[in-house]
């Protein structure tokens, strides 16, 4: 016996000797603690619905969607709208280039933990979320092949309309509300166009011909257009929301200092007072008053970065105009002041662990700021799931959503259902 | 001593060492413990309710990361069997020093395994132990006298002894 428990004391020491991994964030424990949750309540909700011989649209149910119920108030003062794949896209479509999944809009009350179906095509790609300023209706890009159209909505998912009709490829895009939230900015091939929200009615504003645009933004206060123009040089052009008075912002031959190390503006926002530009540029953000002034590079991403390390993108203003948030390479969510100062990263991206290695990448994407300011919502995918994570500024999560494949394009706004 | 823990966190924190060694003497492969451990503590999270009031959550923790580590060993040694090319099991590449009583524990067939360290390292009864892998207390005696003469074996009886 002496023996025996010798040999249990050394196997102890020796056991204690190893130096155990360091433990992972209590977070991500957490998060998959309640994947479990959502799973086993999943597993149970279906085994009853099965029962019950409830299928097909039942299915929503099991995700606590409806289609067409009003839409709360919640935490953070408002409710997350958001592309994603339909339920019945699971597992998530393997990447295909030039194919875009079929994919509903959604509305989350973050600390209600329901989640809305607004939009019902089988067939259709809907992405882009844009609320009205009035919170009563969303616009969006419908991808109904071969081409895009603006779709408008009521927020609680009635009233689907298209406020134009076209038979080319790219029929329009990138709408963009006016302050009254009867009309919307649109641009379709070699043209921006103001066209009316309801049924009907379009006025041409600007013409290029063939090719040449890129993206299109009304400034918040509805007085300025900016677009990006990309026929012999990649530029950014500001002109008055009727269509006159147009002033180069920037140009990106490799001249330009702001493009030198990388070949064009990818997206671009307007700042809440509609005075300031925030670009994506390459790697990094600038902002740029748009007046053309006070241009300045708010990140650091060296040009010769490994892909897939440094790479500013998603980025959005806070409502008050004095925070921008984004992410770094879908590896992590960091908010900084908007001249770049006191930057704070507030969330890592999952680690997918060893027996996941051949699975999806694990990423963090798409931040948005609540409509009081204080919390952040951003799509994160690990191993398990796609969810839409709130945490506060602290980086402390508040809400998680259910899982929502192929989550995207979040918009974070205070809605007001039609009377 | 169990204290009973006030937060999952606080559990997690305390506990996190103890169960990350057990799955990695079960399991054999550091990276594969880390994960294993990581998903013992997530099924805490999920009945933490009544998790946190038994009397001994620790040794419930272990029970939970033993039998993880023995499936996912399992899985592996089937993975192997289909691809038999692929071969050196339970070691990871990137690992550049095992553990003594680690690269000993890997010569021990992994019920033993479980056994010798459910008993000798998480100090759990042969009733328990027999519970934590649904086995019968006589099969649990008899498999833990041939994991300790396997180990033994492996580092040499003589260093016991003096031990």
């Not at chain 1, 939009?119 to 790609?125: L, P, S, V, Y």
């Not at chain 1, 009205?132 to 092949?145: H, I, K, M, N, T």
């Not at chain 2, 033993?66 to 990871?92: F, H, K, V």
């Not at chain 2, 009864?125 to 005696?141: C, D, F, N, Q």
């Amino acid at each position: 016996m002496a023996d025996h428990a010798d040999f249990e004391h050394w196997l102890r020491l020796l056991a204690d000797a190893i130096e155990p991994d360091p433990p992972p964030n209590v977070r991500r424990v957490i998060r998959r603690g309640r994947t479990r949750i959502v799973i086993r309540l999943t597993t149970v909700a279906l085994a009853v619905m099965l029962v019950a011989g409830g299928l097909g649209w039942g299915a929503f149910a099991l995700a606590g969607l409806h289609h067409g119920e009003p839409v709360q108030t919640g935490l953070g003062g408002g409710t997350i709208i958001f592309s994603a794949y339909p339920p019945s896209l699971t597992p998530a479509p393997t990447p295909v280039p030039d194919y875009v999944p079929p994919s509903n809009l959604y509305a989350w009350v973050p600390d209600t933990g329901r989640i809305v179906r607004l939009t019902n095509g089988h067939d259709t790609a809907d992405i882009g979320p844009v609320v009205s300023p009035d919170g009563r209706r969303v616009a969006f890009e419908r991808l109904q092949y071969p081409g895009y159209l603006v779709h408008v909505i009521d927020v609680g998912g009635s009233d689907d309309h298209p406020v134009t009709t076209c038979n080319l490829s790219e029929c329009a895009r990138d709408p963009s509300w006016f302050p009254e939230s009867d009309r919307l900015v649109i641009w379709r091939t070699g043209s921006i166009w103001a066209v009316n929200a309801d049924r009907g009615g379009a006025k041409m504003l600007l013409h290029f011909g063939p090719g040449g645009i890129g993206h299109v933004a009304l400034s918040p206060d509805g007085k300025l257009i900016a677009f990006h123009r990309n026929i012999s040089s990649s530029d950014v052009v500001v002109m008055s929301s009727d269509g006159t008075h147009q002033r180069l912002l920037t140009s990106c031959p490799v001249s330009e200092s702001l493009c030198a190390d990388l070949g064009g503006i990818d997206e671009f926002r307007w700042s809440p007072d509609s005075t300031t530009l925030l670009l994506q540029a390459g790697r990094n953000l600038w902002r740029i008053g748009a007046d053309g002034r006070d241009r300045q590079r708010l990140t650091s991403c060296p040009p010769a970065a490994t892909p897939g390390t440094c790479q500013a993108e998603n980025a959005s203003f806070s409502p008050d105009g004095k925070w921008i948030v984004y992410d770094n390479a879908r590896q992590s969510i960091t908010f900084m002041q908007s001249d770049g100062s006191d930057s704070r990263t507030v969330v890592v991206a999952p680690t997918c662990p060893s027996p996941a290695r051949t699975s999806p990448v694990c990423w963090v994407s798409d931040p948005v700021w609540s409509p009081d300011g204080a919390f952040i919502a951003f799509v994160v995918t690990d191993r398990v799931s796609t969810r839409i994570e709130v945490v506060d500024r602290g980086g402390h999560e508040v809400a998680m959503s259910p899982p929502v494949t192929g989550a995207g394009g979040l918009t974070w706004q205070e809605l007001r259902p039609g009377d | 001593v169990d204290a009973r823990p006030s937060t999952f966190e606080e559990f997690y924190r305390r506990t996190w060492p103890v169960v990350f060694r057990s799955a990695y003497l079960i399991a054999g492969d550091r990276e594969a413990a880390n994960d294993l451990a990581q998903e013992a503590f997530a099924r805490a999270f999920e009945r933490w309710k009544s998790v946190s009031t038994i009397e001994r959550p620790e040794a419930w923790m272990q029970r939970v990361v033993a039998n993880l580590a023995l499936s996912w060993r399992r899985r592996q040694r089937l993975a192997r069997d289909r691809t038999p090319s692929i071969g050196n099991e339970g070691r990871s590449s990137s690992e550049e020093a095992v553990p003594l009583i680690v690269a000993a524990l890997r010569a021990v067939p992994p019920s033993q395994r479980a056994v010798v360290v459910l008993r000798f390292y998480v100090d759990l009864s042969i009733e328990e132990t027999a519970r934590a892998l649904g086995k019968r207390p006589s099969t649990v005696r008899s498999l833990s006298a041939q994991g300790i003469a396997r180990l033994r074996e492996q580092l040499g009886s003589e260093e016991v002894r003096d031990g």
